[in-house]
């Protein structure tokens, strides 16, 4: 299946796969986060973000956040939950599509690292994570991520320079 964008035919759809979690506290009052502040250039750089990353050739979302968690975090991922999954077309500093499956993790071990090679790591309060500098389209989906809703949420979120263009989900 090729792409159409603006009446050009383009490359297959093919998304970079990564995973986003949210690691909660015991209370499940915070959630953990890195604020990215320390490399020049990132894409992210001021914002605070969840953690995760890109999954590699051979593995799977659940292997890749539990993964990306230890790297990152220092913790193992004792009860996770996908909470859902967002499609970013355009979402990449040069317009590359991402597809991200977000995880809630409900409990972990280990004591997490006070910060990583892209930042500090935070404790936020789950009522206070709209208040922090994140991405401009977060606090469209950050909700659902810690929403009692049972139910999966699965969303559209095209970016374009760097902006969200639209935002639709539904729960499954």
Request: net charge negative.
């Amino acid at each position: 299946m090729t792409e159409t964008i603006r009446g050009e035919e383009t490359l297959p759809y093919t998304p970079i796969l990564a995973t986003l979690g949210y690691v909660m506290s015991a209370d499940g009052r915070e959630t953990l986060m890195v604020h990215r502040n320390k490399r020049e250039g990132d894409q992210h750089l001021g914002k605070y973000n969840g953690l995760g990353g890109k999954l590699e050739p051979g593995e799977d979302p659940v292997s890749c956040i539990r993964r990306e968690i230890a790297e990152e975090a220092g913790i193992t991922c004792d009860s996770l939950l996908l909470r859902g999954t967002i499609n970013w077309p355009g979402f990449g500093a040069n317009g590359e599509h991402w597809f991200g499956f977000i995880f809630r993790i409900d409990r972990f071990s280990g004591a997490p690292y006070q910060e990583n090679h892209e930042g500090s790591l935070e404790w936020v309060a789950v009522d206070r994570i709209l208040d922090l500098p994140l991405w401009e389209g977060d606090p469209y989906f950050l909700p659902l991520v810690f929403s009692r809703e049972p139910r999966q949420f699965h969303g559209v979120m095209p970016y374009d320079g760097g902006r969200p263009q639209g935002w639709s989900y539904t729960w499954c």
